[in-house]
């Protein structure tokens, strides 16, 4: 089973940030925070993880709260290629079974 | 450097016969993973193999199964197939276990009939 909640559906206007959250409360120390995103069936494309400290790389900015129970995927300009389904997921560092959950179906709109 | 690597993209088979779907990691990854996608159930881990050896599995029955070669290439295969297979099969390769980053092919998108 998922150890992830995310709300089922987001909006963002084309050119704004889009901020997704994420509840992970039951995370153990060794779990990762990774952050998926699929578009229209094709494979989860990574976009980022972390373990406790703040991240960021080219396509998105992770924020994850000091008690490690949620997080949030900050993309900085969402544009209409950014419209997918959003999979947060937590894993631990000694096996690679990754359990998705539903995600979040972001649409970015003009 | 090249992609993972899925083959078929597309199939299509009957009820009872069996299939066997290959994957390619990306070169130098040793860890495949692969999970099934459906409407119904969203993205559902499968099975993990490393250095030729089965991981971990997640929660399907005995006719899903694996096998990974000495390349790291890896195979699945299902026998006795059943309507509720249809699903888009997704192979996954990381260099290592565990702290390594995934990286997902395009599937192979399975169709029984």
């Known amino acids: 089973d998922a150890k992830t909640t995310q709300p089922t559906s987001m909006d963002c206007a084309e050119g704004r940030a889009a901020n997704l959250p994420c509840n992970h409360s039951?995370?153990?120390?060794?779990?990762?925070v990774y952050w998926y995103r699929q578009i229209h069936s094709q494979g989860p494309q990574y976009i980022i993880h972390?373990?406790?400290n703040n991240e960021t790389n080219e396509m998105a900015s992770l924020i994850i709260t000091e008690d490690r129970k949620s997080s949030t995927l900050i993309l900085p300009h969402a544009t209409l290629r950014d419209t997918a389904v959003y999979y947060c997921?937590?894993?631990?560092?000694?096996?690679?079974?990754?359990?998705f959950g539903a995600g979040t179906r972001l649409t970015v709109k003009p | 450097k090249a992609g993972v690597t899925q083959t078929p993209r597309y199939l299509i088979k009957t009820r009872g016969q069996q299939v066997t779907l290959s994957c390619s990691p990306i070169?130098?990854?040793?860890?495949v993973s692969w999970y099934q996608q459906t409407p119904g159930q969203g993205l559902q881990f499968l099975f993990e193999?490393?250095?030729?050896?089965?991981?971990n599995k997640g929660n399907f029955p005995g006719r899903f199964s694996g096998r990974q070669f000495s390349n790291s290439r890896s195979e699945m295969n299902v026998s006795t197939l059943e309507l509720g297979d249809s699903a888009l099969y997704l192979c996954?390769?990381?260099?290592?276990?565990?702290?390594?980053?995934?990286?997902f092919g395009p599937g192979t998108r399975l169709l029984v009939l």
């Open positions: 996954a390769s990381s260099l290592y276990r565990g702290m390594e980053t995934q990286y």
């Open positions: 039951t995370i153990s120390g060794n779990e990762y």
């Open positions: 972390g373990l406790k």
């Open positions: 997921i937590v894993k631990a560092d000694n096996n690679n079974d990754m359990r």
């Open positions: 070169s130098g990854h040793r860890s």
């Open positions: 193999y490393f250095s030729e050896t089965q991981r």
